[in-house]
């Protein structure tokens, strides 16, 4: 009985074996067979990240009469984001308290005190990062 044990052992240990052989075989021949997918939302349109075509001696970029639009503000409004950077990225302060975009005083306090208590140390200058842009801001 005891070397009957050993041999389903053995074999157990031969089917594992076999069965990662054949897993490695299958992604090792998979990998350079197919290129990822580019999405292609805009067909005909450049993406927004191309790269400008070159522009020739004196002439200027221009915007597009749409984004200006887009990125102008009337008088009276605010912009609802508070950017601020850290460690070279780009981060919404409202985001990273928790709050919704253009949130009041009170509501940035309360959440700066409840995510400063959860913080580690290490994430502490981030959050405190965030909570002076948006002290900045109101």
Known sequence: MDN???RLSQDYLYYVVGIGLFFVL????RRG???????NLRAGEPAPHAVPKK??????P???PETQDAQKLYPGEKTLNAVFTYNGHNFDAYEVLGLPAGARGVMVDDAYKREIA?????GRDFIECAYQTLKQKH
């Open 4 to 6: 009957r044990i050993v």
């Open 118 to 122: 959860k913080a580690s140390t290490q």
């Open 26 to 29: 299958i992604f090792s021949i």
């Open 55 to 60: 522009l020739g001696p004196g002439q200027k």
């Open 62 to 64: 221009t915007i597009s």
């Open 33 to 39: 067979q197919k290129q990822p997918t580019k999405l």
